[in-house]
Each structure stands twice: as C-alpha cells, then as structure tokens.
C-alpha cells in the first residue's frame, strides 16, 4: 500500500491541461519540498520529470510543471500530447533516508 | 548508463545478488538507490546506499536485502536473501541526488527478478 495517494487514470485530449494529484501527510509530502515525478512508458525505465516539487531536469519539456499546497502536489501537463500517454509516479521523501511512491496514475491522451 | 545483471528465476528461500555497472557514469554518485516494480504494479523504493557507507532499507526487505558497493567504485550490488514469491519485480538501479538521495536522475533499465517454486 502507498503511502501517497495518485488517481488511478486521468485522461484529456490533445491540446488540453490535465493535473494529476498527490496525497500524502504532514509528516511527508506536507513536511519536506521534495517530491518529484516520474514519467514511464510501458516496458521502459522511469524518467525524471520534476524533483523538488517544480524543478524541471534539463531536457524536460516545460509542458511539465508541479505545485504543492499543503499535504498534495500536483503535476500538470499542459498542451498535451499523444507521447504524453504514460504513467505517471509522484514521490516524496518521507524522512529515516527513506522515500514513498504513489501508486500510480495512467495518463489516457484521447 | 546505468545496466543492471542478475536477475533471473529463484525459488523461495533461495539468494541471489544483482549488479549495477556504469558506463559513463561513477557509481560514486553521493546516493544510489535500488526501486522496484512488481509485474503490472508500481514503483517501491527498496534500498540506498551514501557514498558515505551508509544504507537504509524499505521495511519489506530489512535484514534480508544488503546493498553495497565495490572498493572500485564502478559497480553497486543488492545481496537479497531469504527470497519471498512478493519480491517478484523488475529491480531498477538508480542514481539519486538531492536531500538524502530524494532524487532518482538516471534510472537503469533494470533487471527481473522472479521469485516461484
């Protein structure tokens, strides 16, 4: 069971905004400014995305861009894409040197 | 590049080490970090080794799981031990950065464990 809470699935069509959520605690997500996302297509490796909540990688399309406010973060992806169809992976650091993954959200690009 | 060996069929109870060689990247990063993925499931942070030696583990695999690094510095290992059927997943080496290696930059393309009778 994850400790951060994703939605199963979103979906938008090309062009449009979507955000996906992050629910974590204060003792998390509320308590430290990094969480990061990850972005994977099926049957390949992770992609850092974000990290520190709204920092992009070099390479990163700024379409990519994440908020916290409270104990949940966002990622949104603006202008979207047919490759933006993916699955999608918040984290935070949780303290101990240790890290959570959310479950998940499948990105459906209609 | 980062590329993961090791990984291959196992019955439960049995051991098995997994290897993480770099290729134009040091393992010498400040964190390294071993996260993996259960067939259809999600992501789970496992294990991570400081450069400075120190480790720390995900509850599920504390005492049998074992992350180290060789004095060479070009190749980063996980001993697992005590095999369970719910260590089945693909295991990813990643390298970390940021606040107590939050950050996974570069990810491996992993290496699959399958853990049956």
């Known amino acids: 069971q994850s400790v951060l809470t994703q939605p199963a699935s979103v979906s938008g069509s090309p062009g449009q905004s979507i955000t996906i959520s992050c629910t974590g605690t204060?003792?998390?997500?509320?308590?430290?400014?990094?969480v990061s996302w990850y972005q994977q297509h099926p049957g390949k490796a992770p992609k850092l995305l974000l990290y520190e909540v709204t920092k992009r990688p070099s390479g990163v399309s700024s379409r990519f861009s994440g908020s916290k406010s409270g104990n949940t973060a966002s990622l949104t992806i603006s202008g979207l894409q047919s490759e933006d169809e993916a699955d999608y992976y918040c984290c935070s650091f949780v303290g101990s040197s240790t890290s959570s993954f959310g479950g998940g959200t499948k990105l459906t690009v209609l | 590049q980062l590329v993961e060996s090791g990984g291959t069929l196992v019955q439960p109870g049995g051991s098995l080490r997994l290897s993480c060689s770099a290729s134009g990247v040091t393992i010498d990063s400040d964190f390294m970090t071993w996260v993996r993925q259960a067939p259809g499931k999600g992501l789970e942070w496992v294990s991570v080794l400081y450069r400075s030696g120190k480790t720390q583990y995900s509850d599920s695999v504390r005492g049998r799981f074992t992350v180290s690094r060789d004095n060479f510095e070009t190749t980063l290992y996980l001993q697992m031990n005590s095999l369970r059927t719910d260590d089945t997943a693909m295991y990813y080496c990643v390298k970390s950065s940021g606040y107590g290696g939050s950050t996974f930059d570069n990810w491996g393309q992993g290496t699959l464990v399958t853990v049956s009778s």
């Open positions: 204060r003792n998390d997500v509320g308590l430290y400014n990094l």
